[in-house]
């Protein structure tokens, strides 16, 4: 009986992992590069592993047209598909996750990515059985520190992962030239933000839905609109 639980196990873990051919991409290898909209390939393919609507797991980069592999494409920055900008996880400072591309909620200055609480990591599962939340949180030990914790309107929990496209760092053997994203909270994007305080007190800004600070956000990039 063990047996055959472990041959059907073993077939849905092949299923799960079988690649597929994913094309028409657009890599940017910096972040000035997607800040500018200068790709370093305009059409590029590359093997799905796994993906769900707000991220995927990608291997093997090749020229479409040339079908050469194409260099460094695992340090890509930023990747642009189907009309949505997708951030390269290797550049998040708080866990190093390699492969794995999330959709960017906002993109200005200050690129937003927003993790739910029920968000699943394609590798949590493996190693901590947790949601992706809970793992950012964990990680860097701010289970205890509801700073990190923003909720929308129904009450829904999230995480706000912060990338300032004009911090770069220099390029090295694992990465390209490129700003860095971390969780963010409540104080330190109030700080970033620089609202007026006779406006908004940190007290009211705490109290404020998710929906409420994407806003901020967004009109934050548009007063401060980065000149290249």
């Given amino acids: 009986m063990r047996s055959i639980i472990f041959g059907i196990l073993t077939l849905f873990s092949i299923i799960e992992v ?15 590069q997607f800040l500018k909209k200068l790709p370093s390939c305009t059409n590029a393919t590359a093997e799905i592993i796994r993906s769900n609507p707000n991220s995927m797991e990608l291997y ?3 020229d479409t047209n040339t079908k050469k592999k194409i260099k460094r ?58 949601g992706l939340t809970n793992v950012l949180i964990s990680e860097v030990e701010k289970h205890k520190n509801k700073g990190y914790i923003w909720s929308d309107k129904s009450g829904k929990k999230y995480c706000i992962i912060l990338i300032d496209t004009i911090e770069k760092g220099n390029r090295t053997l694992d990465k390209n030239e490129g700003s860095s994203g971390s969780c963010i909270t409540k104080k330190q994007l109030f700080k970033k933000l620089n609202l007026n305080k006779e406006t908004i007190s940190f007290e009211k800004f705490e109290l404020m839905n998710l929906e409420e600070i994407l806003k901020l956000i967004d009109q934050f990039n548009i007063d401060h609109e980065y000149k290249h």
């Avoid at 079988?18 to 000035?32: F, G, N």
Wanted: charged share 30%.
């Fill in 18 to 32: 079988k690649a597929q051919d994913l094309d028409s991409l657009i890599l940017y290898e910096t972040t000035e």
């Fill in 60 to 62: 093997r980069f090749r």
């Fill in 73 to 130: 494409a695992k340090q890509t920055w930023g990747i642009h598909f189907k009309g949505n900008d997708y951030f390269n996880m290797l550049y998040f400072d708080d866990i190093y996750i390699e492969n794995t591309f999330y959709k960017l909620d906002i993109v200005g200055r200050y690129c937003v990515i927003i993790i739910d609480e029920d968000e699943k990591y394609f590798k949590s599962d493996i190693n901590y059985g947790l």
